[in-house]
């Protein structure tokens, strides 16, 4: 350091010692290769066993191996000093909260901020060769998942999602609501279908839906991707279905041809034929269709207003079939059960895909899950079910 406080970097080394700091750790097989024996293979050493740690560590598939070999044979190491000037070397790219953790687990948990050559710095600072860094820790303070956005070191990363599964089970439940929403959003079901596809997409062995929960609620995983991911697939996807979608020119003037576009149904709340229905467009192209009473297509339209289209039903009463729930409620009798279902299939020839209906003390109540075409043909449906003896209730209900 100098007498004004700046540091100098002064470097003296060998041909073999330039070309370990050129090259990185790939200059000792080339020399090994060579026939040059090193007096000193301890850097060597240290990279064998972290391979071995790494070939052994259960999180770690074989892509994210490669990637960690590829990082540690082209990435080169920076030095550091400390505000004692004591020397240190990182990764390069590192930040300054990737040095705290490099000094001790705990400089690094209980880190707030960073002096960076005698600046403050946020942690997330990338370091350059040759700074001076002090870590700034408070004793209330402990890591946050934000840390895992910037963090660049296996090891940082390591300690900081190992501290977090100590809160492992909200974790997983922040993940899975979070997942279930972006889902829905784009007009899929959070089943294991779905699960079965991203697990796949994010290279999580075993097809662990908690640790896919896990993950997801620590950020770990881009969920940008999520459309592209089950677009391939599509098993948890609803069924297309043709809309006709006006669309404005230029001088506000209708367009009267049809532009036929690919819609889906959205799994959140499934609208049928002849309900009033807003429409959100997808990064894929395709446009989900809800409900326009539906709350996840309202928290949509409220971020993404430029997203909202208005689509029209086309061909009502056709053979297409769409899945809706009605719920009953009334007093049990014998024969009960037999009528309403004579009449779903026989006289409106509706196809019933699940009925569940238990009775307590003589009341019964439950739902039937069906198949219909449009709205219309749902209500008078309704209205016939609630004229027969002993029923008390009928209603459409969510899915």
């Keep these: ?40 293979d301890s850097e060597m050493d240290k990279w064998l066993a972290k391979v071995k740690d790494i070939l052994v560590s259960p999180d770690v598939n074989a892509l994210e ?43 690094g948990n209980k880190a707030i901020a960073a002096k960076v050559n005698m600046k403050l710095v946020p942690l997330s600072h990338v370091l350059k060769t040759g700074d001076q860094v002090e870590i700034i820790t408070a004793e209330n303070s402990s890591p946050k998942r934000e840390w895992l956005r910037f963090l660049q070191t296996r090891h940082a990363r390591n300690v ?40 796949k997409h994010f290279n999580i062995p075993g097809k662990n839906s908690e640790e896919l929960y896990f993950r997801t609620g620590l950020g770990l995983l881009s969920l940008d991707s999520l459309g592209e991911a089950l677009a391939s697939s599509s098993p948890s996807r609803t069924h297309y279905w043709p809309f006709s979608l006006f669309i404005r020119r230029k001088d506000n003037q209708q367009q009267s041809a049809k532009e036929k576009e690919a819609y889906v149904i ?27 009473t539906c709350p996840v297509a309202d928290s949509i339209a409220s971020k993404h207003g430029d997203r909202v289209v208005v689509p029209q039903w086309e061909n009502e009463g056709d053979n297409k079939a769409f899945p809706a729930r009605i719920a009953l409620k009334g007093i049990d009798r014998v024969g009960l059960l037999n009528e309403i279902s004579r009449y779903i299939s026989l006289v409106m020839g509706v196809n019933m895909k699940k009925v569940l209906l238990s009775t307590e003390q003589g009341i019964f109540e439950g739902y039937i899950d069906l198949s219909v075409h449009d709205k219309s043909a749902l209500e008078r449906m309704i209205r016939k079910l609630s004229s027969i003896d002993g029923i008390q209730s009928v209603a459409r209900t969510e899915l």
Aim: charged residues 25%.
């Design 266 to 292: 959205a799994s959140c709340c499934r609208p049928i034929p002849g309900d009033a229905v807003v429409g959100i467009k997808n990064p894929d192209g395709t446009v989900t269709v809800h409900k326009k």
């Design 160 to 199: 900081v999602i190992d501290y977090f599964k100590g809160s492992k089970k909200e974790i997983v439940e922040l993940g899975k609501n979070t997942l279930s929403t972006q889902l829905e959003s784009l007009g899929y079901r959070l089943n294991s279908d779905s699960i079965e596809l991203l697990c």
């Design 1 to 40: 350091m100098s007498d004004r406080g700046i540091w100098i970097e002064v470097q003296i080394r060998s041909k073999r010692m330039d070309d370990i700091a050129e090259k990185g750790i790939a200059a000792h097989w080339a020399y090994k290769q060579e026939g040059y024996i090193s007096e000193n």
């Design 65 to 107: 191996l490669l990637d960690i070999i590829h990082n540690d044979l082209t990435s080169s190491e920076i030095t550091v000093f400390t505000p004692k000037g004591e020397q240190r070397s990182v990764q390069k790219g590192a930040t300054a909260l990737d040095f705290a953790y490099g000094i001790h687990t705990e400089i």
